[in-house]
């Protein structure tokens, strides 16, 4: 009976093995081992470079002994989709390359066999389950090199790309960094690459010449993608090449004077760009996400900022009753809404409209967003103990007539404010409520007395931004009656509005929509919803008071802006209820 000889053992080393099968001489094994520690390569990668043996007898062997199927890489021809699924730095790290799918499977070469948690790592990256096959090392570091060059000058050329097309628009000029940076920031920003600076460059002059409000700069597992928030709606604008994601990221971080070195916890800065002849604020949030951090820039543009009431859209009913309560000497106005309503200008507008030389004026703000000449604002720092309710106890004692606090958040700056208002200064603030008479229930549930509350709020103001039709190709539309009943119950009344719509141009980009338009809500207080508040009315007889006293709702609102033509039917459907 013949012997068969049993297959290497996997716990035996591959030059042992090669010696005792005769392929290889103590000599050779000897100086191959010296070179493996200078350059620290794997035995069978060094022993190929050498040329002491064919790269097919090291595979064959390193298959045996460790029972896995070995592949012949030049009857491969991968596609660029299929490399996509394992990032090049991993790919040229740890040596591996996805070579097909099938189905649910994905098949990679590895040169390295022991690897299994790489294995696990692999199946978490590419979300497969793995066939796991043997290649040699130096055929396939070589490979990845061609194939992974290739996508990455497939990335190059998308990026030289998108310059050229931001070049063709004006958007690559340099920008001025209008607030100096410290030695330190300053000699990172010029080691940075050129076409990161003209890509950043552009991303920025690009979204404040769109009318953008927020940049968002996100990191997926293979890709990375710039959005632009323009009227309220974000909109995908370019995936720059995900190499480029560190260089990305930290030249915003420097910029902002942010610690390019943490990106474990979020982070929070500032930015002053010279654009032409304006200076832009920009307000930078960072965030670790799972593939990187994620950043977020609010364009502060005060080219834009509208501070004129009375070009705000209001009804002459709610127009009448805002200016006479900011114009009173004391008392509470409250303006309420969902984060992004525009809130902030309101204040403002309201602010600069009694911003006289006789009036001094104190703000608390966490963020201070655009700078008012002739106002005192206070940034807010909770970190150190300056909160609202300690800017409010400070105010009190700067003699001041009017103050606004970015948002009563607590019972403490409730009552601070309450007590202002009650002891003749203007007090302006914000709260997050959906509609003006619930503005009221949130104050008593705050734990502010109903006495105190009836007696100090003079005016509440809620309000939402819709998108305003696009004015070069707005056309009529029509509706079926299930889509009029989401605006009224009485078909009616539905019916009988002149629904109009944007068909899409190049002025709007194809949305139909440019700009944005204010649906308000302004409930004057009256003797009688007064009353109500002390004897604790519900939300629901507060409401139906104050529309019996003239008050639109926000849906009324919504209604006056389709029949002159300024929104549609959708969006007004999307920020009001019935």
Same mark, same amino acid.
């Given at each position: 009976m013949s012997s068969v000889a049993a297959p290497p053992g996997v716990g035996d080393r591959l030059g042992e093995i090669l010696l005792s099968e005769n392929l290889l001489t103590r000599d050779q094994l000897g100086k191959a081992l010296v070179e493996q520690k200078t350059t620290g390569h794997r035995l069978g990668f060094v022993l190929v470079q050498m040329g002491v043996l064919p790269e097919v007898e090291i595979t064959k062997v390193l298959a045996r002994q460790h029972r896995m199927p070995a592949v012949d890489l030049s009857r491969f021809e991968v596609d660029q989709k299929i490399l996509k699924l394992i990032p090049s730095d991993v790919a040229r790290k740890h040596c591996v390359l996805p070579l097909k799918r099938e189905g649910r499977t994905l098949t990679v070469a590895m040169a390295d066999?022991?690897?299994?948690?790489?294995?696990?790592?692999?199946?978490?990256?590419?979300?497969?389950?793995?066939?796991?096959?043997?290649?040699?090392?130096?055929?396939?570091?070589?490979?990845?090199?061609?194939?992974?060059?290739?996508?990455?000058?497939?990335?190059?050329?998308?990026?030289?790309?998108?310059?050229?097309?931001?070049?063709?628009?004006?958007?690559?000029?340099?920008?001025?960094?209008?607030?100096?940076?410290?030695?330190?920031?300053?000699?990172?920003?010029?080691?940075?690459?050129?076409?990161?600076?003209?890509?950043?460059?552009?991303?920025?002059?690009?979204?404040?010449k769109r009318g953008a409000s927020d940049i968002h700069v996100e990191c997926f597992e293979h890709e990375m993608r710039v959005r632009y928030r323009v009227d309220g709606v974000l909109q995908e604008v370019m995936k720059p090449p995900i190499r480029l994601r560190a260089a990305l990221i930290s030249r915003i971080k420097i910029l902002s004077q942010l610690n390019i070195a943490e990106r474990r916890i979020p982070q929070d800065g500032r930015l002053k760009l010279k654009m032409g002849n304006k200076?832009?604020?920009? !307000?930078?949030?960072?965030?670790?996400?799972?593939?990187?951090?994620?950043?977020?820039?609010?364009?502060?543009?005060?080219?834009?900022?509208?501070?004129?009431?009375?070009?705000?859209?209001?009804?002459?009913?709610?127009?009448?009753?805002?200016?006479?309560?900011?114009?009173?000497?004391?008392?509470?106005?409250?303006?309420?809404?969902?984060?992004?309503?525009?809130?902030t200008t309101t204040l403002y507008s309201a602010l600069q409209r009694i911003n006289t030389i006789e009036t001094n004026i104190m703000t608390a703000e966490d963020p201070v967003e655009y700078n008012l000449m002739g106002i005192n604002q206070v940034q807010v720092r909770p970190d150190i103990g300056l909160t609202f309710a300690a800017a409010l106890k400070a105010f009190l004692r700067q003699d001041p007539n009017v103050i606004m606090i970015g948002e009563i958040r607590d019972l403490e700056t409730g009552g601070i404010g309450i007590k202002a208002a009650l002891t003749g200064h203007l007090v302006l603030s914000t709260l997050h409520?959906?509609?003006?008479?619930?503005?009221?229930? !949130?104050?008593?549930?705050?734990?502010?007395?109903?006495?105190?509350?009836?007696?100090?709020?003079?005016?509440?103001?809620?309000?939402?931004?819709? !998108?305003?039709?696009?004015?070069?190709?707005?056309?009529?539309?029509?509706?079926?009656?299930?889509?009029?009943?989401?605006?009224?119950?009485?078909?009616?009344?539905?019916?009988?509005?002149?629904?109009?719509?944007?068909?899409?141009?190049?002025?709007?980009?194809?949305?139909?929509?440019?700009?944005?338009?204010?649906?308000?809500?302004?409930?004057?207080?009256?003797?009688?919803?007064?009353?109500?508040?002390? !004897?604790?009315?519900?939300?629901?007889?507060?409401?139906?008071?104050?529309?019996?006293?003239?008050?639109?709702?926000?849906?009324?609102?919504?209604?006056?802006?389709?029949?002159?033509?300024?929104?549609?039917?959708?969006?007004?459907?999307?920020?009001?209820?019935?």
């Open positions: 066999p022991t690897d299994h948690g790489l294995l696990q790592d692999l199946k978490f990256i590419t979300r497969f389950d793995l066939f796991p096959v043997l290649a040699g090392e130096f055929t396939l570091r070589n490979l990845i090199d061609k194939y992974y060059e290739v996508g990455d000058a497939t990335q190059q050329a998308q990026l030289q790309e998108i310059l050229k097309d931001m070049e063709g628009l004006g958007l690559t000029d340099d920008l001025e960094l209008v607030e100096d940076q410290d030695d330190e920031n300053v000699s990172q920003a010029q080691i940075n690459d050129a076409p990161v600076v003209k890509l950043i460059n552009g991303i920025l002059t690009d979204a404040v200076v832009i604020d920009f !307000r930078v949030s960072t965030l670790p996400c799972l593939f990187g951090e994620k950043i977020v820039l609010r364009i502060l543009d005060k080219g834009n900022l509208t501070l004129d009431l009375t070009k705000f859209g209001f009804e002459p009913k709610a127009e009448s009753d805002l200016m006479k309560a900011i114009l009173n000497p004391y008392g509470m106005v409250l303006v309420t809404g969902p984060t992004g309503s525009g809130k409520t959906n509609d003006a008479p619930s503005t009221i229930t !949130r104050m008593v549930d705050m734990g502010i007395e109903p006495f105190n509350v009836a007696a100090a709020v003079n005016l509440v103001v809620a309000q939402r931004l819709v !998108r305003r039709i696009c004015s070069g190709c707005k056309a009529p539309a029509k509706y079926k009656d299930e889509e009029l009943r989401a605006i009224n119950d009485n078909l009616d009344i539905a019916r009988a509005l002149p629904y109009q719509k944007g068909t899409g141009c190049d002025a709007c980009a194809g949305t139909g929509y440019k700009g944005r338009a204010g649906l308000y809500e302004v409930m004057a207080m009256s003797h009688e919803l007064r009353r109500m508040i002390l !004897r604790g009315a519900s939300v629901a007889e507060l409401r139906d008071q104050a529309v019996k006293e003239g008050m639109l709702t926000l849906r009324m609102d919504g209604l006056k802006k389709i029949e002159r033509g300024t929104t549609t039917l959708e969006e007004v459907v999307k920020e009001t209820s019935a």
